[in-house]
């Protein structure tokens, strides 16, 4: 039984290695992924940084994250070449579907409790634009936002 879930993979490559052996490794990963029917949903180059701890004798290396949608299969073989590579000094493969789930399932609960919320209180279920934060003019007086309210001085 092979379902699809969504990784995310973080690699660290040594100072050393070039920018095209950076592409080489991430063409790599890639023609893994099609191999096993996989998709690379989406890649990010966090460019070079510098280390937490320094690893084997590198004080920093170049960050890549990968967003890869496939099977566990897909994902041991990446493991296992990953581990093998020497221009790789870090790699980590987590399963973020279903933090991705259980995110999605907080913010529809948070809606509907707002929601049940302002009906109670006579308002429409959605906040208007005025009312959301951040979306007031900072330009209209000395009020400070206290529409309607006296300020005694």
């Known amino acids: 039984m092979s379902t699809n879930r969504q990784y995310e993979l973080v690699y660290i490559v040594s100072p050393d290695a070039s920018e095209q052996a950076i592409a080489e490794l991430h063409t790599q990963v890639e023609q893994i992924i099609q191999r096993f029917n996989g998709t690379l949903d989406k890649t990010e180059n966090w460019g070079r940084r510098k280390l937490a701890y320094e690893i084997g004798r590198a004080r920093e290396g170049t960050y890549v994250v990968e967003t890869i949608t496939g099977s566990g299969e897909l994902m041991k073989e990446i493991d296992r070449r990953l581990r093998v590579t020497d221009s790789i000094i870090r790699h980590l493969i ?45 330009d209209d007086g000395d009020d400070m936002g206290l529409d309607g309210a006296e300020v005694q001085r």
Request: proline content about 7%; charged content about 45%.
């Open 94 to 138: 987590v399963r973020i579907d279903e933090a991705i789930r259980v995110a999605d399932r907080l913010r529809d609960q948070r809606k509907s409790t707002q929601a049940r919320r302002r009906t109670a209180r006579g308002l429409p279920p959605e906040p208007q634009a005025s009312e959301r934060r951040g979306d007031r003019d900072m």
